[in-house]
């Protein structure tokens, strides 16, 4: 699948000093993604365990996601199916929580 996209990321975080060898980091982090698929190639298509990728045509086998379709758009079989692009999320968020031990004490 050939695609572009838009990616955003985020995080913050805080330390709290338990004693001059001891403390805690929290952090928060928040990874905004997105991508649209340009175009799709099946190279196979197997069922029950046959391949049968030779039955279809090059319409049902290839795909190009467009911003728009124009009338009689997927008359030709001999042309790649069109079908309108959608931006398709792949966001995540997670945190996390350290105790850190330092061997050498800081000064405060």
């Known amino acids: 699948m050939y695609s572009s996209g838009q990616w955003g990321t985020g995080e913050m975080g805080a330390k709290y000093h ?13 990874d905004a993604l ?13 069922n029950n365990g046959v391949n049968i990728t030779g039955t279809f045509s090059n319409n049902s086998l290839e795909t190009d996601y467009v911003k728009s379709l ?8 001999t042309q790649p199916y069109q079908e309108l692009t959608t931006p398709l999320p792949a966001s995540s968020w997670g ?10 004490s800081w000064s405060k």
């Open 18 to 30: 338990l004693t001059s060898h001891l403390s805690i980091f929290g952090e928060v982090r928040i």
């Open 34 to 46: 997105s991508f649209t698929p340009n175009k799709l190639i099946e190279t196979s298509v197997i």
């Open 70 to 77: 124009p009338a009689n758009s997927n008359s030709n079989n």
């Open 95 to 104: 945190f996390n929580i350290d105790v850190v031990y330092n061997f050498a």
